[in-house]
């Protein structure tokens, strides 16, 4: 059964940076879209960043754009995510997800302070 841990979460001021890792127990990820997505309290989860199999292409949810950058290394079967540029409006739980098997990583906390 795949696990993910997803990790690199924490407390950074506004204009910092965060790399989040997710890390798979199995190699079932590296034949599967990855996303990166987040939770804001009281808000629903939103699609933050996706990248296919290869990665060869990436999406990026417009609020993000030129900021953040999903990476994937399937040799370690682990998707990245790069923050850059952090806005107090990133503040939210960030969630892995492997699209293939519909799998959800227990998330971690991203807090940006102004």
């Known amino acids: 059964q795949v696990q993910l841990v997803e990790s690199g979460g924490g407390l950074v001021q506004a204009g910092g940076s965060l790399r989040l890792s997710c890390a798979a127990s199995?190699?079932?990820?590296?034949?599967?879209?990855m996303g990166w997505y987040r939770q804001a309290p009281g808000k629903q989860r939103e699609l933050v960043a996706a990248?296919?199999?290869?990665?060869?292409?990436?999406n990026y949810a417009d609020s993000v754009k030129g900021r953040f950058t999903i990476s994937r290394d399937n040799a370690k079967n682990t998707v990245y995510l790069q923050m850059n540029s952090l806005k107090p409006e990133d503040t939210g739980i960030y969630y892995c997800?492997?699209?293939?098997?519909?799998?959800w990583g227990q998330g971690t906390q991203v807090t940006v302070s102004s």
């Open positions: 997800y492997v699209d293939r098997i519909g799998l």
């Open positions: 990248i296919t199999s290869s990665g060869g292409s990436t």
């Open positions: 199995g190699n079932t990820i590296s034949i599967s879209v």
